[in-house]
Structure formats: structure tokens, C-alpha cells
């Protein structure tokens, strides 16, 4: 196993599926057994789960909400996220906590690191909603952050593409992908992998990211046992 403590980092609307919004049972399903078996090989798993399929707190200013009042609407749609994924995960057997970055007892514990740590060390998936508590900074900042905090030895962007491409893949079928790529090149070649906050916190950190397809079964095991899978920044 080459990882022992990893950060799975998954968009909110990664569970739509086939929907246009909402969560879909199946995809839900689909996820919580890739992340078990991933889980079996004696892995420590943290998740972060973003919020779009449900409320984006950019596109709630087009609407006419304040940005700050959005992007806390946005945190609470991670949080439902986060619950929905906590309960798929435990009804296939694992042992889950969910903690927030905004207090909510009843239904989730507050983000304390050291607390955290100890969850992952008893074999716990640990699952982070509410993004970071604060406005203008996005779930991508908040698993960057989070897998900081943990010690986390690499942080696992799960999409709907196989890596990162020198242009969108589903717009230019000339796009090429990159296998291997430096934090620097990403910057210089303007490639798009997370937002800047997120992006510099891992290169000052020495923290390594791994983009790669969620959706194709086996990927995330694969991963974790080291084979070249999505496209690594290091």
C-alpha cells in the first residue's frame, strides 16, 4: 500500500449522476463500494464532499443573495451531502463521523484536529462538511486545508475526467493528458485543477494531489496500491 492516510476530495455533483439535480441512489451506492474497498486495504480515509448538486453559492448571487449569505446556504448543502454519503457508507459495514466546520450537534460533531486524527487512527472515515466555516473559500480549499491538518499523505481530487489535460477534454478532442505534471507547470500553463487558495496551499505544504475518474470502478483501490492512475502534481 502506498498510501497510508489519504484526503478523498469528491464534487457535489458527482453524486447527480444521471440526474440534473439532487442525489442519485445508485451513484451514492456506486461510491460508497469503491471507497470500501479502498477502505479494506487498512487505508485511513478522510472525505470532503462539495455541495453543487444542490445550492453553489456563486450562482446564488446571480439570483440576487448576498455573496456571504450563498456561500454559507452552500455549506449546509455539503453538510446534507456529507450525511447522505455517511449513511451509504455505513450501510455497506464502515465505521463513520461526520464534523462540521459550522456547529450543528445533533447531527454533526465540530471539526477538532486532534479529535480528527484519532477517528482516522481507529479506522473511522472521517467525513468533513461545511467546508472550512468561513465564506469565499470553496470545498476544494477546505480538503486542501483539512488534509494539511490531518497529515494526510496525498489528496485525491475524484472527477468525472480520467486526469488533467492541457484543455477541457469535453470541448477539445485534441486535448492531451498529462500523467505527471509540477505545481509550477500548472501555474505557468494556466491548467485547470483546483482554485489558486487550494492549488498553493498543497505546493507550500508538499502536499501531492491526484486527479483522476472516480466513476471508473477500481481507480480509487488502484491508487492506493500505488499503480499510475488520473495525473499526479507533486
Known amino acids: 500500500?502506498?498510501?497510508?492516510?489519504?484526503?478523498?476530495?469528491?464534487?457535489?455533483?458527482?453524486?447527480?449522476?444521471?440526474?440534473?439535480h439532487g442525489i442519485d441512489s445508485d451513484r451514492l451506492t456506486q461510491y460508497a463500494q469503491e471507497i470500501k474497498r479502498a477502505k479494506d486495504t487498512g487505508l485511513e480515509l478522510a472525505i470532503v464532499i462539495g455541495?453543487?448538486?444542490?445550492?453553489?453559492?456563486?450562482?446564488g448571487e446571480k439570483s440576487g443573495i448576498d455573496r456571504?449569505?450563498?456561500?454559507?446556504?452552500?455549506?449546509?448543502?455539503?453538510?446534507?451531502?456529507?450525511?447522505?454519503?455517511?449513511?451509504?457508507?455505513?450501510?455497506h459495514g464502515m465505521y463513520t463521523r461526520l464534523m462540521s466546520g459550522l456547529k450543528m450537534e445533533q447531527v454533526c460533531e465540530p471539526f477538532i484536529r486532534?479529535?480528527?486524527?484519532?477517528?482516522?487512527?481507529?479506522?473511522?472515515?472521517?467525513?468533513?462538511g461545511a467546508g472550512i466555516g468561513n465564506p469565499y473559500f470553496t470545498t476544494d480549499s477546505t480538503a486542501s486545508l483539512r488534509a494539511i491538518e490531518i497529515e494526510a499523505d496525498v489528496v485525491l481530487k475524484g472527477t468525472r475526467v480520467d486526469?488533467?489535460?492541457?484543455?477541457?477534454?469535453?470541448?477539445?478532442?485534441n486535448a492531451t493528458r498529462y500523467s505527471n505534471v509540477s505545481?509550477?507547470?500548472?501555474?505557468?500553463?494556466?491548467?485547470?485543477?483546483?482554485?489558486?487558495?487550494a492549488f498553493t496551499l498543497c505546493q507550500e505544504?508538499?502536499?501531492?494531489?491526484i486527479v483522476f475518474d472516480m466513476n471508473k470502478p477500481g481507480n480509487l483501490t488502484d491508487i492506493v496500491a500505488g499503480k499510475e492512475v488520473g495525473t499526479l502534481i507533486n
Do not use: W
Not at 489519504?6 to 447527480?16: D, F, N, Q, V, Y
Not at 505545481?183 to 487558495?197: I, P
Not at 505544504?205 to 494531489?209: A, G, H, Q, S
Open 1 to 20: 500500500m502506498k498510501y497510508k492516510r489519504i484526503l478523498l476530495k469528491l464534487s457535489g455533483e458527482a453524486l447527480m449522476g444521471t440526474k440534473n
Open 183 to 197: 505545481f509550477q507547470e500548472v501555474y505557468e500553463k494556466g491548467l485547470n485543477v483546483m482554485d489558486m487558495t
Open 51 to 59: 455541495g453543487g448538486n444542490i445550492f453553489r453559492g456563486v450562482d
Open 114 to 128: 486532534r479529535r480528527a486524527i484519532r477517528h482516522l487512527e481507529k479506522g473511522r472515515i472521517v467525513i468533513f
Open 205 to 209: 505544504n508538499k502536499l501531492p494531489i
Open 68 to 91: 456571504v449569505q450563498g456561500d454559507y446556504m452552500g455549506m449546509l448543502a455539503t453538510v446534507i451531502n456529507a450525511m447522505a454519503l455517511q449513511s451509504a457508507l455505513e450501510k
Open 163 to 173: 486526469g488533467v489535460y492541457s484543455a477541457d477534454p469535453e470541448k477539445d478532442p
